[in-house]
Each structure stands twice: as structure tokens, then as C-alpha cells.
């Protein structure tokens, strides 16, 4: 399996998502989860899009194991870091500190090891 073939159909369900919630914000006047779109959209879609764009111009990178790993702890990261988030912002800073703060050193993890694959390339 290539770690593009996975980052593009999750970006784009992202977008989806974050654009429906943004829609739904929207029409609610309630702006409240407002950073929690807009990290569910900058790391769901631009980031994963732009790996899987980065993979797809690297094929022997895209069909290696390592960046599959890669483009799953992004994945998990910001689904985590996402619902963290918009718990914070949502009236839930209890429960959702802990998660935001664990989604973004998982993602902060892997924007390392994508920056690693990069350079070594
Ligand atoms: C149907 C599409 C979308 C709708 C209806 C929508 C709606 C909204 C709304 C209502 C806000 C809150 C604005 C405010 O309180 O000042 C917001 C903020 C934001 N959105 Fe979206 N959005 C959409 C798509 C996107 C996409 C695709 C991205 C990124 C690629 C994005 C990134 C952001 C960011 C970064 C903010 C925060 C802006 C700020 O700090 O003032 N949105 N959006």
C-alpha cells in the first residue's frame, strides 16, 4: 500500500468534514470550535495533501513502510489533537487539554520524521 493513496482520500474527507463544520458555524452564529476547524483543515487537508503530493513525486519513498508509518501518526494526530481542541474551546478544557496536547506532540513526531524522509531523499 503507498502512503499517498492513503493521505489523499483522508485529506480530502477531512475537508469535507472541516468544511461542513465551518458551514455549520456558520449558520449557528457559534464560532466557539472556530480553531479546531481550522486545525482539523490546515493539518487534515493542506499538510496530508501536500505529503501525499511529495510521496507520489518519490515512488520508491511512497511504497516504502516508513512513510505509511508517517502519514498514520499524522492521521491519528490530528484526529486527536482536533477533538482536544474543540473540547477546549468548547467548555471541556479538562478533558480536552490533555488530548490537544498529546495530538500535537504526535503530530510535531511526525512533521519530524516527514522532515527526516525529506532530506534524506
Ligand atoms: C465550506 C467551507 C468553509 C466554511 C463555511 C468555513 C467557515 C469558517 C468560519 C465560520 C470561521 C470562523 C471565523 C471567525 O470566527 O472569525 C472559520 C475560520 C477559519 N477557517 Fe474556515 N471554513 C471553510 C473552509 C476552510 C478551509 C478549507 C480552511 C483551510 C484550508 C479553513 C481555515 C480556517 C481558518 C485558518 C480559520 C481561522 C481564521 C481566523 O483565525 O480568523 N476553512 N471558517
Sequence with gaps: MRASSISYPIAILSVVVG???????????DHS???????????GWVSLFLFGLF????????RGRLALFQ???????????????ALVHTGSPASGEPLAGIGSIIVIIGMLLFGWIVMRR
Excluded: K
Excluded at 21 to 29: D, F, I, N
Excluded at 33 to 43: C, I, K, T
Excluded at 55 to 62: E, F, L, N
Design 71 to 85: 502519514v498514520f501518526i499524522w492521521i491519528v494526530g490530528t484526529v486527536v489533537m482536533t477533538i482536544g481542541v
Design 33 to 43: 470550535a472556530m480553531p479546531a476547524h481550522a486545525h482539523l483543515n490546515l493539518l
Design 55 to 62: 510521496y507520489q513525486a518519490h515512488p520508491a519513498i511512497d
Design 19 to 29: 468544511m461542513l463544520w465551518g458551514v455549520h458555524m456558520a449558520v449557528s452564529h
